[in-house]
């Protein structure tokens, strides 16, 4: 099979590595894959080739976009579209070139964008150009149905999939109080960690917020704050508001250590003591998995999908949104019980072996795909 992936950034991201992930499955399973994407600094470029991909070239967004694609669309059997950007213009470049009934769409997220009625009404008609829609979990299936107006008849769900043994090796492996050490961290901390992008969705200055609020209770709480944002001013913001809470030091890591990108996350996952995240939303989060996978209970919110991966009680602890108070309460409570963290990590790692393996997902998708191809011949 020849498979062409259309992505908005070639950053990284969840959905990035989530494609990532899946290139080198289908490499792995025999099938060509060329790789597409609009915008940004192409940061993934060579994982994506070291992941077995012929081609990986930019195509620009814009009037021209469709014939940019064409060349592809005309060589691969299947092309699958990813985000909203890529959705829109590759659907567009589909139907100009009579190529879709060999598309395939992938929603990756709730995109709150799609609850204002003139962007849901374009969706609705760009969202059933598609010959399928591939949603990451049941909430962003409804979510799709209600905003996006693609009718649930016309999706297929496939969870997101984790490779765990970098996680379980670093678990294994990990030497923590050198980890620490070269943060700035010590051996007595309670590690917080948080690995997203500095967007609004992720609500870091809530996090920022309760750290505040509970290290006025238990002062060896610390947290590390993993990523950037490469397309705005969310890590600045986010470190102005820790200056303003007290949290970052003076002459060295304070108890908020920003990290910027890093390449070693297995690592700093087996190093800390709790995941944590103040998500507004997620469409599944896989950043979550990666944390389970590692053994590292998880801390977050009871919004979208995130109950569908976290199980409150089991595998971590959710609270509602936005609320700094009761994110700081669960935050004492996990950093006061070791016991606890331990039997949450676990039963998170039993979870993900379970649920989310990645050869599942890799061969759902393909088999998503041929269901297309197939009904595309007919």
């Known amino acids: 099979m020849k498979i062409l992936h259309v992505l908005t950034t070639l950053d990284v991201g969840g959905a990035e590595m989530h494609v990532l992930k899946q290139v080198r499955g289908q490499v792995e399973r025999g099938h060509q894959v060329r790789v597409r994407y609009l915008k940004g600094q192409g940061t993934l470029r060579a994982d994506f080739l070291e992941a077995g991909a012929e081609r990986v070239e930019r195509a620009t967004a814009g009037p021209l976009f469709p014939f940019r694609l064409r060349e592809d669309l005309s060589w691969c059997d299947l092309v699958h579209s990813h985000l909203l950007k890529a959705d829109a213009f590759t659907a567009l470049a589909a139907l100009l070139f009579g190529a879709r009934r060999k598309l395939v769409s992938g929603k990756h997220n709730d995109e709150q964008v799609l609850r204002r009625p003139l962007v849901s009404w374009v969706h609705g008609w760009l969202g059933r150009i598609p010959a399928r829609t591939v949603v990451l979990s049941d909430h962003v299936g409804r979510f799709i149905e209600t905003y996006g107006r693609v009718p649930a008849a016309a999706q297929s769900r496939v969870y997101y999939g984790l490779d765990p043994a970098p996680f379980e090796r670093a678990a294994e492996e990990t030497d923590r109080d050198a980890t620490r050490a070269a943060l700035g961290l010590s051996s007595e901390d309670v590690v917080f960690v948080c690995v997203a992008r500095f967007a609004a969705q992720k609500a870091h200055e809530v996090l920022l917020q309760a750290l505040a609020i509970a290290r006025a209770k238990e002062p060896a709480l ?71 996978a590692a053994s590292t209970p998880v801390l977050s919110t009871n919004v979208s999908a995130i109950p569908e991966v976290v199980v409150d009680g089991e595998t971590g602890r959710l609270v509602p949104p936005d609320e700094p108070e009761l994110l700081a309460d669960a935050m004492l409570e996990l950093a006061r019980d070791e016991a606890l963290r331990a039997r949450l990590g676990a039963a998170g790692h039993r979870r993900v072996l379970t649920r989310f393996g990645l050869d599942r997902m890799v061969d759902e998708t393909i088999e998503v795909y041929g269901e297309v191809i197939s009904a595309s011949k007919r």
């Open 222 to 292: 610390r947290l590390l704050l993993v990523g950037d944002d490469p397309f705005g001013d969310g890590r600045e913001r986010a470190e102005a508001e820790a200056q303003r809470l007290g949290l970052l030091g003076s002459n060295g890591p304070g108890a908020a250590v920003f990290t910027g990108i890093r390449r070693d996350v297995p690592a700093l996952m087996a190093a800390s003591d709790v995941f944590c995240m103040a998500s507004r939303w997620e469409g599944l989060g896989l950043v979550f998995l990666e944390a389970m």
